[in-house]
């Protein structure tokens, strides 16, 4: 505690010094924060979404494993036949063959995401809780049921014309009241004039609905083996790939954000050791006194600790409102929270900057605590 | 006691050997012994042998038959701390302390609880002089008071050992007398070296050591003969 109070005093000693290090660890520590903060809110928001799809298995072309939104038209209707025999024989409940279409370029509030249904099948089979706001909730044959978040961003109403493309076009037959789910953003569509505009007669995936009872995982390697080309993928299984494809993003943008980090560390690093070079002589009279090394080196090391402690502390607050503040805007255009400090990331990012300041003052400290007395208080 | 036994220190510059002390042999006994001699005649040397800052080239430095030259670095700087107090020409203070607290500081390195240390350097600063200048930083107390605070550091625990070295060089002459009555008040109980110009100051002591180009060159004992 005195301790900590001697390096507080030290630190307040030379405020401006002190000040412009701080920042540049909080600037450091909220950059990692925030591009960190992205893969906890994909992570998040994936998670929610997957654990909300209804079809216990999705059987995507081998190949184009994870989102199921990913993928091509490259799932031929023999294909189909295949798997509705092979289903058949397994006791599945359902096969929905689906296809999807993305229009629209990285803006959000220009950007249409169609799922195309057979006939018959609404969104509330794929995404359980959807309910109609107005008209109808199953898209017929030239009517689309449009997503909540997609109606009132484009101003979509009842009746409203959508073109696929200068031949196809479809009028607005339903609207979905928002949930908050991935189906707010999107347009359901009927099969046919989707499969006409990709000039396709193939499907994008196919998703697979249980009797009660039915495992997931057994089905889904059974009708591998029935079809193959094909992978059917479970809900586990998607949540798996996306957990290494967020690790792997992770990664990258921990990557970059090192780059932040090592300047931070670096400003401790210097500021420290300035501070040990002004004060060889205190250190000195400190040692002459009857100070031991290792009281001087905690001395110098706590010192990068708090600059660091707190420049993170600050720069993790500063992560977090950012974070918030793009939540808000996300969460406007396209109905998702993309950015997440979650626990484990604060706790990640006050332990780096603890790292961050151990290691910026491992040399200072040890420089400090081994200078000479005498050349310290200039007695040679 | 503190016994120096034939105690000698050459340096290496570049190419030449300079000996800053050499074959100096001594017991201090209790009460002031002052050191003097002209600039480079090994004062400064033998103080930081004796308080274990330097280890000599050659002969030993004893406490009561403790070999001080031959301890490891923090355990000489455990024996400073124990029984040892150092007054330096320059105060050194430590700078973001305030008075009281600089004089409580090697009471902290021994551990000692905040109120006992708050207590024994209020008590220390008010037989200094100075029980108005409390919470003072260095800063914003004259060379006088600065150097006084520096003696009760050196009391704060007590040490049988207490080194000035020129404690009043860089004062006006109501400080200078202040302090001198100070030090050699405290160094009526105890060992007091005192590394001093000042022959007048140095006539205060119980024994002269005159030292020369590094040797000790003359014994005088100016109470005894006064």
């Known amino acids: ?253 921990f990557g970059i954000s090192l780059v932040a980090l090592v300047v931070g560390g670096l400003l401790v690093a210097n500021t420290v050791m300035m501070s040990v070079y002004e004060r060889t002589r205190e250190f000195g009279v400190m040692r002459a006194l009857g100070a031991r090394r290792g009281f001087i080196f905690r001395l110098v090391v706590l010192e990068a600790l708090l600059l660091a402690l707190l420049g993170g502390t600050l720069g993790l607050a500063l992560g977090g409102a950012v974070s918030f503040a793009i939540n808000l805007y996300t969460l406007d255009q396209v109905g998702l929270a993309l950015s997440a400090v979650t626990p484990r990331l604060s706790l990640f990012a006050l332990l780096v900057a603890l790292l961050l300041g151990l290691v910026a003052g491992l040399l200072p400290a040890y420089h400090a605590s081994r200078i000479p007395v005498v050349e310290a208080l200039g007695r040679v | 006691m503190l016994r120096a036994e034939h105690l000698s220190k050459r340096y290496r510059q570049g190419e030449k050997e300079v000996v800053a002390l050499l074959g100096f042999t001594y017991a201090f006994p209790k009460g002031a012994t002052a050191v003097v001699g002209p600039s480079g005649s090994g004062k400064t040397t033998l103080l930081n042998l004796l308080a274990g800052f330097d280890l000599p080239s050659e002969g030993g430095v004893y406490l009561d038959n403790l070999p001080l030259h031959q301890l490891p670095e923090d355990e000489r700087a455990r024996v400073r701390l124990e029984y040892m107090g150092f007054v330096f020409q320059q105060w050194n203070l430590i700078p973001t302390l305030t008075a009281w607290e600089n004089v409580a500081f090697p009471l902290l390195l021994v551990g000692r609880p905040r109120k006992e240390r708050q207590e024994r350097a209020f008590a220390l600063l008010e037989r200094v002089g100075l029980a108005h200048r409390l919470h003072h930083l260095p800063s914003r107390l004259s060379g006088g008071e600065q150097q006084r605070v520096a003696l009760a550091r050196a009391l704060a625990l007590d040490p049988p050992v207490l080194f000035a070295d020129e404690p009043t060089g860089n004062l006006d002459a109501e400080s200078r007398e202040q302090v001198a009555t100070l030090l050699f008040e405290a160094g009526k109980e105890r060992t007091l070296i005192l590394v001093t110009h000042d022959l007048e100051l140095a006539r205060r002591a119980g024994h002269i050591l005159h030292l020369k180009g590094g040797r000790l060159v003359r014994e005088e004992t100016p109470k005894a003969k006064g």
């Open chain 1, 1 to 253: 505690m005195e301790l900590f109070l001697l390096v507080l005093r030290n630190l307040l000693a030379r405020p401006v010094r002190s000040l412009l290090t701080l920042l540049g660890v909080l600037v450091a520590t909220a950059s990692m924060v925030l591009f960190l903060s992205f893969g906890e809110g994909l992570r998040r928001a994936l998670f929610q979404e997957l654990s909300r799809v209804g079809p216990a298995i999705q059987v995507v072309p081998e190949g184009a494993e994870g989102f199921v939104f990913g993928a091509l038209p490259e799932i031929p209707p023999e294909t189909l036949k295949a798997l509705e025999e092979a289903g058949k024989a397994l006791g599945v409940r359902a096969l929905v063959p689906t296809l999807f279409l993305a229009r629209g370029g990285f803006d959000p509030a220009t950007s249409f995401f169609f799922q195309g249904l057979p006939q018959g099948v609404g969104p509330d089979l794929l995404y359980p809780g959807v309910k109609a706001k107005e008209g109808r909730l199953r898209p017929t044959e030239g009517g689309a049921v449009v997503g909540g978040k997609v109606a009132k961003r484009s101003q979509l109403s009842l009746g409203s014309p959508l073109r696929l493309s200068p031949q196809v076009s479809l009028k607005v037959v339903g609207i979905l009241e928002e949930s908050g789910g991935l189906a707010d953003n999107l347009i359901f569509v009927p099969l046919a004039p989707l499969q006409r505009v990709l000039g396709t007669e193939n499907f994008s995936a196919i998703l697979v609905a249980l009797n009660p009872g039915q495992k997931a995982e057994a089905v889904a390697r059974a009708l591998e083996e029935a079809v193959p080309g094909l992978k059917a993928q479970t809900t586990g299984d998607v949540m798996r790939f996306a957990e290494r494809a967020l690790r792997i993003s992770d990664l990258v943008r």
